[in-house]
């Protein structure tokens, strides 16, 4: 069974910063398609980031490029979303993502929801003005 555990949210002021944590367990993730993604209240899933777990580069969404950097720790199974400058539009609750079964991120369809198989609980971003 495959777990997904998000970490590391809280209220920060506009302008601050946060990192999240993405904890993976039950599976190995080395051919697994990662995602971050984000949803406001009343709004629709949104994608913030992703990569494959076995290679390629990282991609992000326009409204977070420059600011969001997605990092990882393979001995850890942890994926990381540290975001930067925050803004107050950037309050939502954040989930990690795997998509088991590709190992080649394809950015049109990995930035949609549909691939994914498995979703974390989500974490509270609140960032304030």
């Known amino acids: 069974q495959v777990q997904l555990v998000e970490s590391g949210g809280g209220l920060v002021q506009a302008g601050g910063s946060l990192r999240l944590s993405c904890a993976a367990s039950?599976?190995?993730?080395?051919?697994?398609?990662m995602g971050w993604f984000r949803q406001a209240p009343e709004k629709e899933r949104e994608f913030v980031g992703g990569?494959?777990?076995?290679?390629?580069?990282?991609y992000y969404a326009d409204s977070v490029k420059g600011r969001f950097t997605i990092s990882r720790d393979n001995a850890k199974n942890t994926v990381y979303l540290q975001m930067n400058s925050l803004k107050p539009e950037d309050t939502a609750v954040y989930y990690c993502?795997?998509?088991?079964?590709?190992?080649?991120?394809?950015?049109?369809?990995?930035?949609?929801?549909?691939?994914?198989?498995?979703w974390g609980q989500g974490t509270q971003v609140t960032v304030s003005s």
């Open positions: 039950g599976r190995t993730f080395n051919n697994y398609v």
């Open positions: 993502a795997a998509d088991s079964r590709s190992s080649l991120f394809l950015p049109v369809l990995h930035s949609t929801t549909s691939p994914y198989d498995y």
């Open positions: 990569f494959s777990w076995s290679g390629g580069g990282i």
